[in-house]
């Protein structure tokens, strides 16, 4: 790989300051290919970190989609745009991509972004990587530096866009933060007011400032995507599909346990197996994880992104899990009826022994 | 009795059954990952069907939404509370008792 | 076998009330003994969710909506609890 590269890899999000990012990518690639003779060429990727199943998750393909196309026209423009002082003979043509990658697989980690930028790069034999500087793969949480540091470990070169933040976050606030902090606010205020019993004035006002200090203080940590009232309904309307279902698994497991427990042999054989389930946020984990404590002799050790550690009881109820019913509900509640229809564990072959505990840390 | 009360009654009795097999197997099942397995289950169900039995009694009140309000926290907090410290457990490398470790402790 | 000054339901309510709160005697056993740490969390997160029920057991008997508000708030320590517990474990005192 040379010192640099015409070839050029773009990771795509929604981010403040992406249009500047696109222009410094097209400008180098104009600029590198018109020194070395190199074809240039700018790719935008997007990785996407869920599988578009859903009808509702199809509505944020769409929104993908559009980023793209920005990109895209954004692209076209700089490139004329440079050209109008000196129009040069040697205009070199710069082709513009864009491709949506990672739809077949898990993206959790800065590595697993890397990972797939990476191969995408590789595919395509691009050289170099410009990753806008206000870049968050995968929602809100802060992703970028180890990302850089994973993509910086290949033999690509990895660069972040020098373009400036622009500063205006906190102090006004943005379409996603205050639908995040209407949200938290109804939540107190309905719940303060729930328990207060009775609407009066007093009621009414305490519970606005009381619910406005909570909204203050957790709206921007409670939630790490974007509240969206169509996709809150229907997960809320599955969720209670889902909920008579698991209170009649919860009352077998329990006349399962009961019978264990009080049979005078206590015919247990209990195991720790680790489990990979095909889930992605947290939300969903945590509704799996706790279904799984509450249901047929098996119980949540641990969690480590979507490896779940399971301690069975009986045999089977280790069955009862590889055949994988509750992940399946669970997947229908959060990514749709389309997403429920997928191989058990068992067939998946994401099922094995954890017979070690790991070494405890001494201090 | 009104029928009601009946069948208010019968939960808070179911309750208390599940409660005892609770605390059998709290005392009786050989280490604590076994134990947890005790009161994430059959301690969540004992609690959710007296509670439930008192969100029957008090019908259209204040009172039973709040007493539901309880029910759906213990039905969440119950296995989490079991997950955090068996993790602990976990954590620290505490060996889970197999059936090859022989009968009762 | 009916209480005095109590009809038969209140009985019956009562009843389940002191069998949890015996339940909760016993699970003392469990805190006592151990023999590790958790063993202990487990049994009082235990105990802590009989309490919970028979406060609104002593509710619906008595006819007191306002123990409920007693039981939402222990039912919050008693997880609360939990957590920092586990926690405090992990971390051997490292964070809280």
């Known amino acids: 790989m040379s010192e640099t590269s015409a070839r050029i890899l773009v990771p795509v999000g929604e981010s403040s300051t992406f249009r500047n990012t696109a222009a410094y990518a097209t400008r180098e690639a104009r600029r590198v290919a018109s020194e070395t003779g190199e074809e240039a060429t700018v790719h935008f990727v997007y990785p996407v970190r869920w599988q578009l199943v859903d009808e509702l998750e199809r509505s944020a393909s769409e929104e993908v989609a559009d980023i793209l196309d920005r990109a895209r026209v954004w692209a076209a423009e700089d490139l004329d745009y440079d050209d109008d002082g000196e129009i040069d003979d040697d205009g070199v043509p710069v082709s513009i991509e864009t491709a949506v990658v990672g739809e077949d697989r898990y993206l959790f980690s800065p590595s697993d972004f890397a990972d797939v930028l990476l191969e995408y790069a590789r595919d395509r034999d691009l050289g170099r990587i410009i990753v806008d500087p206000e870049y968050q793969p995968g929602g809100s949480a802060p992703m970028l530096q180890p990302l850089e540091l994973e993509l910086s470990r290949s033999d690509r070169i990895v660069e972040e866009a020098p373009v400036d933040r622009v500063v205006e976050r906190g102090r006004f606030p943005s379409r996603s933060n205050l639908s995040k902090a209407l949200v938290m606010f109804g939540a107190s205020f309905s719940f303060y007011l729930l328990l207060a019993g009775v609407l009066d004035t007093f009621n009414l006002l305490t519970g606005a400032v009381s619910a406005g200090i909570v909204t203050t203080v957790f709206s921007r940590i409670t939630f790490r995507e974007t509240p969206k009232a169509g996709r809150l309904l229907r997960r809320t309307g599955r969720f209670i599909l889902y909920v008579p279902y698991l209170l009649w698994e919860i009352l077998k497991a329990n006349i399962e346990v009961a019978y264990i427990i009080l049979h005078p042999s206590l015919p247990i054989d209990p195991k720790i197996q680790r489990y990979r389930a095909a889930i992605w946020d947290d939300l969903s984990v945590t509704t799996l994880a706790n279904s799984i404590t509450l249901t047929p002799g098996t119980l949540t050790v641990d969690v480590d992104r979507d490896s779940l550690v399971i301690h069975s009881l009986t045999g089977s109820a280790r069955d009862g899990l590889a055949d994988g019913p509750l992940e399946r509900a669970v997947r229908f509640i959060y990514y749709g009826r389309a997403a429920a229809r997928i191989p058990s564990p068992r067939e998946r072959g994401t099922v094995e022994d954890e017979s070690v505990p790991p070494t405890p840390e001494e201090p | ?105 | 076998m009916v209480l005095e000054g109590f009809s038969t339901f209140q009985t019956i309510l009562l009843g389940g009330a002191a069998a949890f709160a015996t339940f909760a005697i016993v699970l003392l056993y469990r805190v006592v003994r151990g023999p590790t740490m958790e063993d202990r969390v487990i049994a009082i997160n235990a105990i802590g969710t009989n309490t919970v029920v028979v406060l609104a057991l002593a509710a619906a008997a008595f006819g007191q909506p306002g123990y409920l508000d007693v039981a939402l708030v222990y039912a919050l320590l008693n997880f609360l609890a939990s957590i920092a517990i586990s926690k405090f474990i992990v971390e051997r005192g490292g964070v809280l």
């Open chain 2, 1 to 105: 009795m009104t029928p009601l009360e009946y069948l208010v009654s019968g939960l808070v009795l179911a309750g208390v059954f599940f409660g005892f097999v609770a605390v059998v197997g709290i005392i009786r099942l050989p280490d604590l990952y076994t134990r947890a397995h005790a009161t994430s289950k059959s301690d969540t169900l004992g609690t959710v069907l007296s509670l439930g039995g008192v969100v029957l009694l008090f019908g259209a009140d204040v009172a039973a939404v709040k007493t539901a309000l309880l029910l759906l926290f213990m039905f969440i907090t119950n296995p989490t509370a079991a997950h955090a410290i068996t993790r602990a457990a976990y954590e620290q490398g505490i060996e889970p008792w197999t059936a090859d470790d022989g009968g009762g402790d």
